[in-house]
């Protein structure tokens, strides 16, 4: 895990991102976003900070000089859904505000969620940031390493039940975030059968999905509907699925359902030992990124120098 992060923070150093914390006044952000601010790879730019923070800029909807204009930015980005009372009101949120200067340009990414759900973090987000063109909805990718080992698992916090066109997608964007960490993609559309080992409605969403991410991925080894031992056991690969251009070597993975993804992303942590970091939040024109509530000080910081390399 080392690797990847000192390979992040040899990226965004001298790059000048700027990346908000909305929740300054969690002892553990404060952490983060102190040994961010003394390394100099990031400027954080803190809201509801405590106290100062070294190496931080501080930041109030109350105080904040701009802050008329956002109003303005935020009423006229809500297209009739605000008025300039209500925008007032909602930019006393921290997740808001700080949706707002990315949106604005005077941050280039946010990390949220140590004290709030994955709702208040990505609701203004989509609201707001919204999604590139060609991108329906937002995904959550975790960005999975145990050893030199890195894989990408998705999506395991965003969308429920996904058709077989939101699965393409989310493997098209998928694929990108692999090679935004030095990944080189093999994507493979995960379900309880492997090329028609079992039928019914499950599984011919997956075999579709799998032929719209080929068509998304020209040039990027895709296969699907398969089990995740014939995706990453080359011997399994060759018995279940001999004509798999993954030959068992796949390293981003698409789960079927979000529960499938949730769970699995979790066992693979717990008891597989691997280093689970993300959500990353896939899809958006400006970085957004969502921790656990049960994070550290750790992956904060690293998820920090995530949202910033994903900003470049």
């Known amino acids: ?29 404060a952490e983060a976003a102190e040994k961010l601010g003394k390394e100099g790879l990031i400027t954080p730019v803190v809201i509801g900070a405590e106290k100062e923070i070294p190496g931080c800029e501080h930041v109030s909807p109350d105080t904040y000089p701009g ?7 935020f009423v ?41 759900t994955t709702a208040d973090t990505v609701r203004p987000a989509l609201q707001i940031i919204k999604t590139k063109e060609g991108v329906s909805k937002t995904s959550g990718a975790f960005i999975m390493v145990k050893g030199d080992d890195r894989y990408i698992f998705a999506d395991c916090a ?5 058709t ?24 493979a559309l995960l379900s309880f059968s492997t090329k028609g080992s079992a039928v019914s409605d499950e599984t011919e969403k997956v075999a579709k999905a799998a032929a719209l991410a080929k068509e998304r991925l020209a040039g990027i080894p895709v296969d699907g509907e398969m ?4 995706a990453i056991v080359p011997a399994v690969a060759e018995s279940k699925a001999p004509d798999s251009p993954l030959k068992g070597d796949a390293n981003v993975f698409v789960f ?3 529960e499938a993804g949730n769970i699995g992303y979790k066992i693979a942590q717990r008891i597989g030992g691997m280093e689970a970091v993300g959500p990353v ?12 509530r049960g994070c550290s000080a750790e992956d904060a910081f690293n998820l920090a120098l995530i949202t910033a390399a994903q900003s470049l």
């Open 158 to 162: 965003i969308t429920i039940a996904p």
């Open 227 to 230: 089990q995740f031992d014939a």
């Open 76 to 116: 006229e980005r809500r297209k009739g859904k605000a008025t300039e009372e209500q925008a007032r009101e909602q930019l006393k949120d921290p997740n808001y505000f700080g949706t707002m200067l990315v949106y604005t340009g005077a941050a280039h990414g946010l990390v949220s969620g140590a004290a709030h």
């Open 67 to 73: 802050f008329d204009k956002l109003v303005a930015a």
């Open 1 to 29: 895990m080392a690797d990847l992060f000192q390979e992040l923070a040899q990226t965004i150093a001298g790059k000048g991102r700027r990346i908000v914390f909305p929740e300054g006044g969690d002892p553990r952000i």
């Open 281 to 292: 939040l896939q899809g958006l024109n400006a970085p957004v990124n969502d921790l656990s």
């Open 164 to 187: 077989a066109e939101d699965l393409a997608e989310i493997a098209a964007e998928s694929a990108k975030t692999a090679k935004a960490f030095g990944i080189d993609p093999k994507v």
């Open 256 to 258: 079927p359902s979000l």
